[in-house]
């Protein structure tokens, strides 16, 4: 069983940053890679960043890309997702997504809880 738990969303004035934190517990091997998505009410889910397992290879959305930073750190089984420059626009719920995570049940994807990101203008 793999849990996740996500932290550092909150509310913040445009312009101000925010740091995300996502943290996976319990019995599994190894985790490939790391998402973070967002979703605004009755919209999809859609890609914010991701990582690659040794955190060597980083992608982004167009509309964050320059202001987003996303890091893992394999030891801890953390990713993280550090916002500067937010605007209104990114107001949605964030969340993390690791990608073929290894147990002794098989290899699987999971999804974070979700945590608010409000910006206010």
């Known amino acids: 069983q793999v849990e996740l738990v996500e932290s550092g969303g909150g509310l913040v004035q445009a312009g101000g940053s925010l740091r995300l934190s996502c943290v996976a517990s319990?019995?599994?091997?190894?985790?490939?890679?790391w998402f973070w998505y967002r979703q605004a009410p009755g919209n999809e889910r859609e890609f914010v960043a991701s990582?690659?397992?040794?955190?060597?290879?980083?992608n982004y959305a167009d509309s964050v890309k320059g202001r987003f930073t996303i890091s893992r750190d394999i030891a801890k089984h953390t990713v993280y997702l550090e916002m500067n420059s937010l605007d209104p626009a990114a107001n949605d719920v964030y969340y993390c997504?690791?990608?073929?995570?290894?147990?002794?049940?098989?290899?699987?994807?999971?999804w974070g809880q979700g945590t608010q990101v409000s910006v206010s203008s």
């Open positions: 990582i690659n397992t040794r955190g060597a290879y980083t």
């Open positions: 319990g019995t599994f091997f190894t985790i490939k890679d």
């Open positions: 997504n690791p990608v073929k995570v290894a147990t002794a049940e098989g290899v699987n994807d999971y």
